[in-house]
């Protein structure tokens, strides 16, 4: 059972740049979330998808787009780096209209020079 | 709009000594609160939640929290520390309804041999 994977794990990019991050869940659940963790700031919500077919904006999605691509899949795309978008991202998913836990990836750790 | 403060970037304690990592929430209506664990390079996973009931929630690890309306808090707590629970710690809380978490800044707890 992998759970939330995520691709790539590293990732460097120029300023200007564009690049899809990827995630992809085998729990069946109906919710996914993209999060970025920076140092003092804890984890800001990007966008989430409560349902397949249905995308939210977070708390930052300035400079993101995303897209649900089935209920498995939830990918994050920069068009355009910038390097204020250095960070961790972590995807998670769960059941919104329950309170049960979420399950996170891993992260991919980007750096945008 | 639902926030979460967790006063201590670090937390310090000794090896066998109880631990304490504090968490304060603001939120409409009834909260839902969670406690989530990151270790070094990896996502977060889930400790423990409060969604109704006991006030004191027993979780993995032999981590509890006990929920306090009144001082809208929601500590964690274990009473005897392990070298290995060393970790960054996260608090959340989302409100009832469809919307989604909201973490704290999180705490870094250094359990000390």
């Known amino acids: 059972n992998a759970g939330v994977t995520q691709t790539p794990k590293f990732q460097v990019l120029k300023t200007g740049q564009s690049m899809t991050l990827q995630c992809a869940q085998d729990?069946?659940?109906?919710?996914m979330y993209w999060y970025r963790q920076d140092p003092g700031m804890g984890l800001r919500l990007i966008y989430y998808s409560a349902s397949e077919g249905t995308t939210d904006k977070g708390e930052v999605p300035n400079g993101y787009n995303v897209s649900r691509l089935n209920k498995r899949e939830f990918s994050l795309r920069l068009e355009s780096a910038a390097p204020s978008q250095t960070s961790v991202y972590f995807c998670?998913?769960?059941?919104?209209?329950?309170?049960?836990?979420?399950?996170f990836g891993s992260g991919t750790q980007l750096s945008v020079l | 709009a639902q926030s979460v403060a967790q006063p201590e970037d670090q937390v310090n304690v000794a090896e066998g000594n109880p631990l304490t990592v504090k968490c304060t929430y603001s939120?409409?209506?009834?909260?839902?609160l969670f406690w989530y664990v990151q270790y070094p390079n990896r996502g977060l996973q889930f400790l423990l939640k409060?969604?109704?009931?006991?006030?004191l929630v027993k979780g993995s690890y032999g981590f509890e929290a006990e929920f306090n309306k009144s001082q809208t808090s929601f500590h964690l707590k274990k009473p005897s520390a392990l070298v290995s629970d060393s970790a960054l710690y996260f608090c959340a809380v989302r409100a009832s309804g469809n919307t989604p978490l909201v973490f704290g800044k999180g705490t870094r707890l250094s359990v000390i041999a």
């Open positions: 409060y969604i109704t009931g006991d006030n």
């Open positions: 729990m069946n659940h109906n919710s």
């Open positions: 939120v409409s209506g009834n909260p839902y």
């Open positions: 998670a998913s769960g059941h919104h209209s329950t309170n049960e836990k979420l399950f």
